[in-house]
C-alpha cells in the first residue's frame, strides 16, 4: 500500500544522533522534582567518543491489582487494563507522559527508554475476575499505554490477558497503534463472533516521514491500515481513531485519513484533539521547534485559541475536544467526513451476559 507524502510539509532532521528514534527531545523534570534540569552543551556531545544512543530499560513490576477503574464521565469505560507503564512508541504529544513522574522518572526520554512490565497481570486478573463481588463490565486496554508496544513481542503480557478474558466471555475493547495486534486475530475474531470485543487503530497522519518523527517507534502509516483491514477481514469491529487532531499539522489530513481507513474497512470513527497537561506542553514545544519549526507558533497558538489562552483544559467534556472557532470547525469537518463515508454508526454495545467467573487452581469449575 503507497501513501503520498505531503508537499507541503518540511521535517528538520533530528538535532542530537543520540535521541534517534526517540520522540521526546530532553528529559525534562518532573512536576515533583525539587530540582530542575536543562540541557547544555559543553561541547562533549560533539565527540565521537562520547555518548551512545538511549537504550530501552525494562523493569518487572508486581502490582497488587491489575484492573484500574475509573468514572470520568467523557470516556466510554468504567475499567481498563495497563500491561506496561511507560511506552516505546515515544509518541511527541502522548498524553501518558506524566505518569512517569509517580515513579520519580521524567516523562520525557524516561518514558520511552525505562519501562516497566507487569508479568503477573494475567493471574492478577483471573484472581480478580474469579471474586463473587465482581460485576462484568467492559474492560479496556490501550487507555494509557500501548498494550502492543514493541516489548510485547517478548513478554506476550496482552496476549495472555485476552486469552483469560476469552476464556470466561469478558467484553474488551483495545485501541493501538501496533500491526502486532494482528498476531492475536484468533482470539479476537473468536470474541467477536460472540459480540465481545471491538479495536480502534489510531492513525494521525498518512505521512510516513511525519509519522517517523511524530511517532518514531510506533507502526507506518500503510502497516496500520493493513492492521484495520486484516482485523476486518477477520469480522472485528473496527474503529478508525484521528487522535489527536493536532491543529496546523495533520488537520488537513482528517478526511484522508477517514477515507483510507474506509477503504481498509473501518465501521465507525472518532477523534480527539490534541491536550497538552502538565510537563507535555515543555516536551511537545521542544519537538516541534525542532522537527517543524516553521511551524511551531501557529501550532501553539492555535492550541491555546482552543483552550482559552492555555495549553489545557481539564474540563470534562472540554479536554478532548476543546472550543472556540477552530475547534467548532474540525468537529463539522470531521462529522461531515465521518457521515458521507457512512463511519458516523454508533459502536455496539458489548455482551457481559455470557461472563462466566474463571475458576481458580483448586477450584470447581462454576456451574452452568
Known amino acids: 500500500m503507497t501513501i503520498a507524502l505531503r508537499s507541503d510539509l518540511k521535517i528538520a532532521p533530528s538535532t542530537d544522533r543520540f535521541l534517534a528514534g526517540r520522540g521526546a527531545r530532553t528529559n525534562v523534570s518532573s512536576r515533583f522534582d525539587t530540582e530542575k534540569r536543562s540541557k547544555v552543551d559543553d561541547g562533549w556531545w560533539s565527540t565521537d567518543h562520547y555518548g551512545q544512543p538511549v537504550k530501552t530499560e525494562v523493569t518487572l513490576e508486581t502490582p497488587k491489582r491489575i484492573i484500574t477503574t475509573n468514572t470520568s464521565p467523557d470516556i466510554s469505560f468504567s475499567q481498563s487494563i495497563n500491561p506496561y507503564r511507560g511506552c516505546?512508541?515515544?509518541?511527541?504529544?502522548?498524553?501518558?507522559?506524566?505518569?512517569?513522574?509517580?515513579?520519580?522518572?521524567?516523562?520525557?526520554?524516561?518514558?520511552?527508554?525505562?519501562?516497566f512490565a507487569?508479568?503477573?497481570?494475567?493471574?492478577?486478573?483471573?484472581?480478580?475476575?474469579?471474586?463473587?463481588?465482581?460485576?462484568?463490565?467492559?474492560?479496556?486496554?490501550?487507555?494509557?499505554?500501548?498494550?502492543y508496544q514493541p516489548i510485547e513481542k517478548h513478554?506476550?503480557?496482552?496476549?495472555?490477558?485476552?486469552?483469560?478474558?476469552?476464556?470466561?466471555?469478558h467484553p474488551v475493547t483495545i485501541v493501538t497503534k501496533s500491526h502486532l495486534i494482528t498476531r492475536d486475530i484468533d482470539i479476537l475474531a473468536d470474541m467477536a463472533r460472540k459480540n465481545l470485543t471491538r479495536v480502534g487503530i489510531s492513525v494521525t497522519t498518512l505521512d510516513a516521514r511525519l509519522a517517523r518523527a511524530m511517532e518514531p517507534r510506533a507502526a507506518t502509516p500503510a502497516k496500520r491500515l493493513d492492521a484495520i483491514e486484516q482485523l476486518s477481514k477477520a469480522g472485528i469491529p473496527m474503529t478508525v481513531m484521528v487522535a489527536p487532531v493536532i491543529p496546523g499539522l495533520n488537520d488537513p489530513e482528517i478526511e484522508a485519513i477517514l477515507k483510507r481507513a474506509k477503504q481498509a474497512?473501518?465501521?465507525?470513527a472518532g477523534y480527539v484533539m490534541l491536550r497538552l497537561p502538565l510537563e507535555i506542553c515543555q516536551l511537545f514545544e521542544e519537538w516541534a521547534r525542532e522537527r517543524i519549526p516553521d511551524r511551531a507558533d501557529r501550532i501553539i497558538r492555535l492550541v491555546k485559541d482552543m483552550r482559552q489562552g492555555r495549553t489545557y483544559e481539564s474540563e470534562w467534556f472540554v479536554r478532548q475536544?476543546?472550543?472556540?472557532?477552530?475547534?467548532?470547525?474540525?468537529?463539522?469537518?470531521?462529522?461531515?467526513?465521518a457521515k458521507r463515508l457512512r463511519l458516523n454508526k454508533p459502536e455496539n454495545t458489548l455482551d457481559t451476559s455470557l461472563f462466566r467467573r474463571p475458576a481458580l487452581p483448586g477450584q470447581q469449575l462454576e456451574l452452568l
Do not use: W
Open 265 to 268: 474497512g473501518a465501521q465507525s
Open 155 to 169: 513478554f506476550r503480557i496482552t496476549r495472555k490477558v485476552l486469552e483469560i478474558l476469552q476464556g470466561c466471555n
Open 118 to 147: 507487569k508479568p503477573s497481570a494475567p493471574d492478577l486478573l483471573r484472581t480478580e475476575l474469579s471474586s463473587a463481588k465482581y460485576r462484568p463490565s467492559v474492560i479496556a486496554m490501550g487507555t494509557n499505554t500501548d498494550p
Open 88 to 115: 516505546e512508541h515515544g509518541c511527541s504529544y502522548c498524553y501518558a507522559r506524566p505518569t512517569h513522574a509517580f515513579m520519580n522518572l521524567s516523562p520525557g526520554i524516561d518514558f520511552e527508554s525505562k519501562l
Open 321 to 337: 475536544r476543546g472550543r472556540g472557532v477552530f475547534a467548532d470547525l474540525i468537529a463539522k469537518r470531521f462529522h461531515k467526513a
